[in-house]
């Protein structure tokens, strides 16, 4: 039997921050998960890290799509979260 991962049932709301800290870079965070870096290309945007849930990983892409409309394109794990 597969165990769930413990971040699906964390489903409660978090404080979410979306800072431009760069041209073209965005820090996301969300309190007690973690933290996605945006970076904005040319033609696409590049995300690093993935959130740990799918309802963060949505915010995500929502705060991107507050500042561009180019498509998400890669997505960079540089450990495994949750």
Do not use: C, W
Not at 8 to 16: F, S, V
Not at 57 to 67: H, L, N, P, S, T
Not at 70 to 79: C, G
């Amino acid at each position: 039997m597969a165990k769930a991962f413990a971040s699906q049932g964390d489903l409660g709301e978090k404080q979410i921050t979306f800072d431009e800290i760069g041209k073209g870079l965005f820090a996301f965070t969300a309190e007690g998960d973690p933290n996605s870096g945006v970076i904005i290309g040319n033609d696409s945007v590049m995300i690093v890290e993935a959130q740990a849930t799918p309802r963060l990983a949505g915010k995500v892409i929502d705060k991107v799509r507050e500042v561009t409309d180019k498509p998400i394109t890669h997505l960079l794990l540089t450990h495994y979260h949750a």
